[in-house]
């Protein structure tokens, strides 16, 4: 019986074999004619371009599907279908086609290398973006011991292999140093990119161990672009002078320092400027490569090379607190879908394996495999022992460590681009860097599977996977809108308590009369912002004491020049806010939503928090304390379990209690039956679970006998300090979240807080009725 999935792959090689002989003509024909009719068709040289592009997309992204259906890195498809269109199979079958297509005149051959090095740089950008310098404090020292002992032993066993190599490998015998240095960075450094990617496969991400190998990459990976600038310096030199060296090394620590400074709050402050101030599409992804296109030009000169800059670029963008998921994915998908594939195959296109049949250049190339993978494991291994890991730990970590992947073939490449490495060492790395790769992911995930998890890594993993699960830790960035009232005030406070925990960027628009008043008719901005950071500070004292982690200070920006309309908060909303929490007095007119406060959320379509004031309370808000009740309706739903999130966010800086209250109408005359009172039991247990995570004492009840609104306000009025529900906004042009939310807060005498979680999605489904009821 033949397996589907073979099925599918061979159907996808068949495709990519067809596409290059349905190509290969229409390319030729386009060679072959005059200058003045190609000129006028628009010109062969870009059809020639076109068909580049078109087959190394076509053959990279399909050989990377089939790598990744077989649990590969997609990326080494990419780079092995390049291999395959270059001189290693497409030129050895069909040499007229091949040189045709990949045309070695200088003028054609420019264009495509112009995308494949900018393409360098995407990646380099991409590759600091995803670089996690929080991880590697997080987990400690035994990083930097695997990380030191598993750089030095590799570059020392491929910088004494460059000395030995015969001339006929190296363009200029007489800078086997320079030589030596590329090489022993390519054999030291390990590809973040794919460590994560089989870690993550492996579900080992929260796992100590797991941790530990992706931090020690991560400083490798700097490590090695650090050396690569140094040594770009070098070669620029020609020589190695010890004054040109000690001041390269001197301007790359400047280099740095700068950036993890004044760079850093510039990166930030462009990021957030773009982001609130430009209404255009994209305008934060141009921002985000003007800023990686100036840092690579700073490193350009001062005579190192442009990758450094941009890697260094990436790790600032990606720690800026205003950069959204979708943001991230917009720039992940353009570096995806085109210049990986064209980067990756113009390399494996470098690469020409037919040298390999030459018996002394094939032995060479087993040698350097074995040297690499030896030394690489032997680093690592010896770092990991030397940090205090076991036996089964220290061979997880070298079996890790020992993936190059795109990382080398950039180094490489790089070597190539400066004539300091041959094409046929060039094709011996690469080798070396493929087959290494290849061999990592079912070593790392036999060496992975024999470990045991302890107790206490358990208990840390299974209050992170309630994380993946939760509401506020998936909370990017706040939107607070607030008046100077108590309950406006109190709102800003709770903001605080909710975006404390994580430096979560907030935005403060104060309303006053309708509109947002300037600064020098009022100091209610002023007063609310106040309280947001004294609600984060003490939110973020918590989290400190409680997780032993930084916490980044939140970045709160008061506007002031806008009026609260509909349009104008959905402008605001347009930047990227995962909540809209509201704060107004007077926000309720006999049992309805005043017409202020429906205009003003209608413009956001995103989860949006409602602070009311309790129809009978006294218009004072309460002080949250140790010992303070908070009361949350749960249900079994996911908006209420979100509710409940909320609630334990606000409850943990003030160690306060929070009592879950299920709710649920028995029918008249039914008793419950046993099924359903383990539903109820289990939601509970979900909520208690979540509460352990959070640190925060809590109270179950079961009220199945009288209606919810009467359960919540007969549990409300034995002392709550506020009520969070968990509410489902209702379709219509008011706000309406249905009878039990106006019931409760019709009998409060406490603030209620609605949590409408689900409105985003409940928009999108009023979309598709809308489209399928109209034949669109």
């Given at each position: 019986m033949?397996?589907?999935?073979?099925t599918r792959?061979?159907?996808?090689a068949?495709?990519?074999?067809?596409?290059?002989?349905a190509?290969?003509?229409?390319?030729?024909a386009?060679?072959?004619?005059?200058a003045g009719h190609?000129?006028?068709?628009g010109g062969?040289?870009?059809?020639?371009?076109?068909a580049?592009?078109?087959?190394?997309?076509?053959v990279?992204?399909?050989?990377?599907e089939i790598?990744?259906?077989?649990?590969?890195?997609?990326?080494?498809?990419q780079?092995i279908?390049?291999?395959?269109?270059g001189p290693?199979?497409?030129?050895?079958?069909w040499?007229?086609?091949?040189?045709?297509i990949?045309?070695?005149?200088?003028?054609?051959?420019s264009?495509?290398d112009?995308?494949?090095q900018?393409?360098i740089?995407?990646?380099?950008?991409?590759?600091?973006m995803?670089t996690?310098?929080?991880?590697v404090?997080?987990?400690?020292?035994?990083?930097f011991?695997?990380?030191i002992t598993?750089?030095?032993?590799?570059?020392?066993c491929?910088?004494?292999?460059a000395?030995?190599l015969?001339?006929?490998?190296?363009?200029?015998?007489?800078?086997?140093?320079?030589?030596?240095?590329?090489l022993?960075?390519a054999?030291?450094?390990?590809?973040?990119?794919?460590v994560?990617?089989v870690?993550?496969?492996?579900?080992f991400?929260?796992r100590?161990?797991g941790?530990?190998?992706?931090?020690?990459?991560i400083?490798?990976?700097?490590?090695?672009?650090?050396?690569?600038?140094?040594?770009?310096g070098?070669?620029t030199n020609?020589?190695?002078?010890?004054?040109?060296?000690?001041?390269?090394?001197?301007?790359?620590?400047?280099?740095m320092?700068?950036?993890?400074?004044?760079?850093?709050?510039?990166?930030?402050t462009?990021?957030?400027?773009?982001?609130d101030?430009?209404r255009?599409?994209?305008?934060?992804?141009?921002?985000?490569?003007?800023?990686m296109?100036?840092?690579?030009l700073?490193?350009?000169?001062?005579?190192?090379?442009?990758?450094?800059?941009?890697?260094v670029a990436?790790i600032?963008?990606g720690?800026?607190p205003?950069?959204?998921?979708h943001?991230?994915?917009?720039?992940?998908?353009?570096?995806?879908?085109l210049?990986m594939?064209v980067?990756?195959?113009?390399?494996?296109?470098?690469?020409?394996?037919?040298?390999?049949a030459?018996?002394?250049?094939?032995?060479l190339?087993?040698?350097?495999v074995?040297?690499a993978?030896?030394?690489k494991?032997?680093?690592?291994?010896?770092g990991?022992?030397?940090?205090?890991?076991?036996?089964?730990?220290?061979?997880a970590?070298?079996?890790?460590?020992?993936?190059?992947?795109?990382?080398?073939?950039?180094?490489?490449?790089?070597?190539?681009?400066?004539?300091?490495?041959?094409?046929?060492?060039?094709?011996?790395?690469?080798?070396?860097?493929?087959?290494?790769t290849l061999?990592?992911p079912?070593m790392?995930?036999?060496?992975?599977?024999?470990l045991?998890?302890?107790d206490?890594?358990k208990?840390?993993?299974?209050?992170?996977?309630?994380?993946e699960?939760?509401?506020?830790?998936?909370?990017?960035?706040?939107?607070?809108?607030?008046?100077?009232?108590?309950v406006g005030?109190f709102?800003?406070?709770l903001?605080?308590?909710?975006?404390?925990?994580?430096?979560?960027?907030t935005t403060?628009?104060?309303?006053?009369d309708?509109k947002?008043?300037?600064?020098?008719r009022?100091?209610g901005?002023?007063r609310?912002?106040?309280?947001?950071?004294?609600?984060?500070?003490?939110?973020?004292?918590?989290?400190?004491?409680?997780?032993d982690?930084p916490?980044?200070?939140?970045?709160?920006?008061?506007?002031?020049?806008?009026?609260?309309?509909?349009?104008?908060?959905?402008?605001?909303?347009r930047?990227?806010?995962?909540l809209?929490?509201?704060g107004?007095?007077?926000?309720?007119?006999?049992?309805?939503?005043?017409?202020?406060?429906?205009?003003?959320?209608?413009?956001f379509?995103?989860p949006?928090?409602?602070?009311?004031?309790?129809?009978?309370a006294d218009g004072?808000?309460p002080m949250?304390?140790?010992g303070?009740?908070i009361?949350?309706?749960?249900?079994?739903?996911?908006?209420?379990?979100?509710?409940?999130?909320?609630a334990?966010?606000?409850?943990r800086?003030?160690?306060a209690?929070?009592?879950?209250?299920?709710v649920?109408?028995?029918?008249?005359?039914?008793?419950?039956?046993?099924?359903?009172?383990?539903?109820?039991e289990?939601?509970?247990?979900?909520?208690?679970?979540?509460?352990?995570?959070?640190?925060?004492?809590?109270?179950?009840?079961?009220?199945?006998?009288?209606?919810?609104?009467?359960?919540?306000?007969?549990?409300?009025?034995?002392?709550?300090?506020?009520?969070?529900m968990?509410?489902?906004?209702?379709?219509?042009?008011e706000?309406?979240?249905?009878?039990?939310?106006?019931?409760?807060?019709?009998?409060?005498?406490?603030?209620?807080?609605?949590?409408?979680?689900?409105?985003?999605?409940?928009?999108?489904?009023?979309?598709?009725?809308?489209?399928?009821?109209?034949g669109?």
């Open positions: 033949i397996h589907p999935l073979a792959s061979h159907g996808t068949a495709a990519l074999s067809l596409a290059i002989v190509l290969a003509p229409a390319s030729q386009l060679a072959a004619q005059p190609a000129s006028g068709m062969s040289a870009e059809g020639l371009f076109v580049e592009i078109v087959l190394l997309l076509l990279g992204r399909g050989l990377g790598f990744q259906r077989y649990r590969q890195p997609a990326i080494m498809g780079l279908g390049g291999i395959l269109l290693s199979l497409f030129g050895w079958l040499p007229g086609a091949q040189h045709l990949f045309s070695t005149d200088p003028a054609q051959k264009m495509i112009a995308v494949s900018l393409g740089l995407l990646l380099l950008l991409l590759t600091g995803e996690d310098l929080r991880l404090r997080r987990v400690g020292a035994a990083c011991s695997i990380s598993g750089v030095v032993l590799p570059f020392a491929g910088f004494a292999l000395q030995v015969p001339d006929s490998l190296l363009p200029e015998p007489s800078e086997r140093i320079v030589a030596g240095l590329f022993g960075t054999l030291s450094i390990s590809s973040v990119k794919i994560a990617m870690v993550r496969d492996m579900n991400m929260r100590n161990l941790q530990i190998i992706v931090s020690s990459a400083i490798e990976d700097t490590i090695g672009w650090l050396i690569i600038a140094v040594t770009f070098i070669a020609g020589s190695l002078q010890v004054l040109p060296l000690v001041l390269t090394v001197a301007e790359v620590a400047l280099f320092v700068f950036s993890f400074t004044i760079g850093r709050r510039l990166v930030f462009l990021i957030r400027w773009s982001n101030s430009f255009s599409e994209y305008a934060v992804i141009t921002v985000i490569l003007i800023i296109g100036v840092m690579a700073i490193t350009n000169l001062i005579g190192v090379h442009t990758v450094l800059g941009a890697f990436g600032l963008v720690e800026s205003i950069l959204s998921d943001i991230e994915g917009q720039l992940r998908g353009v570096i995806t879908a210049f594939p980067f990756f195959g113009m390399a494996g296109l470098s690469a020409d394996l037919t040298v390999l030459d018996p002394t250049l094939a032995l190339t087993l040698a350097l074995a040297i993978s030896i030394g494991f032997s680093g690592a291994f010896l990991g022992r030397l940090a205090g890991m076991s036996l089964k730990e220290s061979t970590v070298g079996s890790a460590m020992n993936a190059r992947g795109s990382t080398e073939v950039i180094v490489a490449s790089i070597g190539l681009s400066m004539n300091i490495l041959s094409h046929n060492l060039f094709t011996m790395i690469v080798t070396m860097a493929v087959i290494t061999a990592m079912p790392l995930r036999w060496a992975l599977g024999r045991p998890v302890g206490v890594e208990q840390r993993v299974d209050r992170e996977l309630l994380d699960r939760g509401f506020v830790s998936k909370l990017e960035r706040l939107l607070l809108l607030v008046d100077d009232s108590p005030k709102t800003a406070y903001a605080g308590l909710v975006g404390g925990g994580s430096g979560m960027p403060l628009l104060h309303l006053e309708g947002l008043p300037g600064p020098a009022d100091k901005p002023e609310a912002s106040k309280q947001v950071k004294r609600g984060a500070a003490r939110s973020a004292k918590a989290v400190r004491k409680a997780e982690t916490v980044d200070k939140v970045h709160l920006t008061a506007r002031t020049e806008l009026e609260a309309t509909a349009e104008t908060i959905a402008a605001e909303a930047k990227g806010y995962g809209l929490l509201v107004l007095d007077n926000a309720l007119a006999e049992g309805a939503f005043s017409g202020t406060l429906n205009a003003i959320t209608s413009g379509d995103g949006l928090c409602l602070v009311l004031n309790g129809a009978k004072k808000m949250l304390r140790a303070a009740t009361l949350v309706p749960v249900n079994g739903t996911e908006v209420a379990r979100r509710a409940a999130d909320f334990l966010a606000l409850a800086p003030h160690r209690r929070v009592k879950v209250l299920y649920s109408q028995a029918r008249k005359g039914s008793r419950p039956s046993s099924v359903s009172h383990r539903r109820e289990a939601v509970l247990k979900d909520v208690a679970d979540l509460a352990d995570r959070y640190g925060v004492a809590v109270e179950t009840a079961i009220r199945t006998r009288a209606t919810p609104d009467k359960a919540i306000a007969r549990e409300a009025a034995k002392g709550a300090a506020m009520v969070v968990g509410v489902t906004q209702r379709p219509g042009d706000l309406f979240f249905g009878d039990t939310a106006s019931a409760v807060l019709a009998a409060a005498a406490c603030p209620v807080v609605l949590l409408a979680s689900d409105r985003v999605r409940r928009t999108e489904a009023a979309a598709e009725e809308a489209a399928a009821e109209t669109a």
